[in-house]
């Protein structure tokens, strides 16, 4: 079992930026696909990035593309979301999820709670 808890939201202005964090509870966390999902108010969860378990390999989505850097430490039991040019739609509630494999998949068998994030215009 793979406990995950997010932090490091916050109220930003566009432009800006935030970092968010996510401490995994687990024994063997550098066999896990780690990344981040988001969901707005009234839209559907949305990927957001994720990165595999030797930290080589990332992906992201569309949207934050350029934008947005994945990191872990594996020493840290840590995942870390660089946020940078925030815009007014990544306001959202910013999940962290957990796979145990090389991927991380659509749908992670483990989850936080999410920390909310919002961008003011």
């Known amino acids: 079992q793979v406990q995950l808890a997010e932090s490091g939201g916050g109220l930003v202005q566009a432009g800006g930026g935030l970092r968010l964090s996510c401490v995994a509870s687990a024994s063997a966390f550098m066999h896990y696909a780690l990344g981040w999902f988001r969901q707005a108010p009234g839209k559907e969860r949305e990927f957001v990035a994720s990165i595999a378990p030797n930290g080589r390999i990332q992906y992201y989505g569309d949207s934050v593309k350029g934008r947005f850097t994945i990191s872990r430490d594996n020493a840290k039991n840590m995942v870390y979301l660089e946020m940078n040019t925030l815009k007014p739609e990544d306001t959202a509630v910013y999940y962290c999820?957990?796979?145990?494999?090389?991927?991380?998949?659509?749908?992670?068998?483990?989850w936080g709670l999410g920390t909310q994030v919002t961008v003011s215009s």
């Open positions: 999820g957990a796979d145990w494999g090389s991927t991380l998949t659509d749908n992670p068998r483990f």
